[in-house]
């Protein structure tokens, strides 16, 4: 019994100490759930997954979009499933490649000259992701396709940073972060937003402004 408790300790302290390079993906540990938010006025994105196995996810999410013109509007509540596809221990680094895809009902309104079209279909989000950390550097870089009947919203990103300086696993770690991301028919620009971002065990928060002078919020928290 001793020795099985020993064990279970060293496992989760592993885990914690490991989180530091895993942090940034879209699941968390194996019997774990990840809960995350992404906000600003013209998206906002919250989703909760449950990691079945050490590679596999199943969760919900909604996300709500709007163009910057403001005359399309899109709220869409879906099942998602992640999938590690591959992962790359190096000895002071890890790196990954993620499936990630969902489908579920997309509402909406389109207003074109005063004429206003309800939106109502199904919509499907196949995407990869692959993401590359250091306790001092981190990128990622990702693309989904949302995509209904006539509707496509493709989302593609793409994010590095550093830290300020290495802390222990159980302290607050400050990083830099700056993303670049699109949503395909909704904005003709790319969002371009410097972000800081606080790091502690199996959490982290985000905020900044992006270059529309927009405020952005973002979190994660593995539990």
Same mark, same amino acid.
């Given at each position: =019994?001793?020795?099985?408790?020993? &064990?279970?300790? #060293? ?18 540990? !194996? ?7 992404? %906000?600003?006025?013209? #998206?906002?994105?919250? *989703? /909760? ?10 969760? $919900? ?26 992962? #790359? ?10 499936? /990630? ?21 199904? =919509? /499907? &989000? ?35 940073? %550093? ?8 302290? &607050?770690?400050? #990083?830099? /972060? $700056?993303?670049?991301? !699109? ?20 959490? *982290?928060?985000?905020?900044?402004? !992006? !270059? ?6 973002? %979190?994660?928290?593995? *539990?």
């Amino acid at each position: =019994m001793f020795f099985k408790v020993l &064990t279970r300790l #060293w496992l989760t302290a592993a885990a914690l100490m490991t989180s530091q390079y895993v942090i940034a993906g879209p699941m968390g540990f !194996n019997d774990s759930y990840m809960a995350m938010g992404d %906000f600003n006025n013209h #998206w906002r994105e919250s *989703f /909760i997954n449950y990691a079945i196995t050490p590679r596999d996810a199943l969760g $919900v999410g909604a996300t709500y979009m709007r163009a910057d013109d403001k005359t399309k509007t899109r709220t869409l509540e879906e099942v998602i499933y992640t999938r590690l596809l591959q992962r #790359w221990n190096l000895p002071h680094a890890q790196a990954n490649v993620w499936f /990630i895809g969902g489908v579920g009902a997309l509402q909406g309104e389109d207003k074109q000259e005063g004429v206003h079209h309800d939106v109502s279909k199904v =919509m /499907i &989000t196949p995407g990869i992701q692959f993401d590359y950390e250091t306790t001092r550097v981190y990128f990622a870089a990702t693309h989904r396709f949302y995509r209904a009947s006539d509707i496509n919203h493709d989302f593609t990103s793409a994010r590095a940073g %550093f830290s300020f300086y290495e802390t222990d696993y159980d302290k &607050t770690q400050p #990083w830099l /972060i $700056v993303e670049a991301r !699109n949503m395909n028919g909704l904005s003709d620009k790319v969002e371009v937003t410097p972000m800081l971002r606080l790091v502690n065990k199996n959490y *982290f928060v985000e905020a900044g402004v !992006n !270059n529309a002078r927009e405020p952005r919020f973002n %979190f994660m928290y593995i *539990f």
